[in-house]
């Protein structure tokens, strides 16, 4: 069965606390993975896409990373305003719809 | 660019009454669409895909008769949630998917039904 396993679930940083959060997937194939970022009553907001392993993409303080298994999101030097739910999800194949993890929430404490 | 939009952001209604939920892309064509609810502090819960001119594929679970989407066009496809009680108030979520696949989500809309 094809899973997405995000860890931890919750995070808590002090600001400037640099870390990294972790999306594990075990899935028939991979078109793409991809990394949301939702704040409280709002609908997901796209960060990235990573489609290979080795890929790394990066913004402002975000960096995603993607392995055959796994795939990191760096915060660097955290600010409050980073504080928001970090979901990752996958694209199997063809029009299949995306398969999300349960998310992260993270917490930036000024 | 790839904005998806949804209207109405909020919306009150009384039970037994129909409510409809638009979900549309404002930059760019979408053959795919999908629409997903979501309780407070939980994961996103997939309710459809929708396709552009034909019939939506349901999740297991969720009643098409309740819960009638249309994908009438390219940039356009809409949720009612018919004679609606106040078990269907929650928050609901359009996406749609574009080039290389990639999918954005729209603001959300929620239904509050008294």
């Known amino acids: 069965e094809d899973q997405v396993t995000q860890s931890p679930e919750a995070l808590r940083l002090q600001e400037g606390e640099s870390s990294s959060l972790n999306c594990s997937y075990t899935v028939s194939g991979l078109r793409g993975l991809f990394w949301y970022r939702q704040d409280p009553g709002k609908g997901p907001e796209f960060l990235f896409t990573l489609y290979s392993a080795g890929e790394e993409k990066e913004k402002e303080r975000l960096k995603a990373t993607l392995t055959k298994k796994e795939s990191f999101l760096h915060i660097t030097a955290p600010k409050p305003e980073d504080s928001a739910t970090y979901l990752c999800a996958v694209h199997i194949s063809g029009n299949t719809p995306l398969v999300f993890g349960k998310g992260t929430r993270l917490s930036v404490i000024a | 660019g790839a904005v998806v939009s949804q209207h109405p952001s909020r919306v009150i209604c009384k039970s037994g009454t129909s409510v409809k939920i638009e979900c549309r892309s404002l930059d760019f064509q979408a053959t795919t669409m999908f629409w997903y609810r979501q309780f407070p502090k939980k994961s996103l819960m997939l309710m459809a895909t929708?396709?552009?001119?034909?019939?939506?594929?349901?999740e297991q679970g969720v009643e098409k008769d309740k819960f009638l989407i249309n994908h009438a066009s390219l940039t356009l496809s809409t949720l009612t949630v018919t004679s609606a009680h106040p078990e269907d108030s929650s928050f609901y979520i359009c996406?749609?998917?574009?080039?290389?696949?990639?999918?954005?989500f729209g603001p959300g809309t929620r239904l509050t039904v008294l």
């Open positions: 929708s396709n552009e001119g034909s019939k939506a594929t349901y």
């Open positions: 996406s749609a998917r574009v080039l290389r696949n990639e999918q954005f």
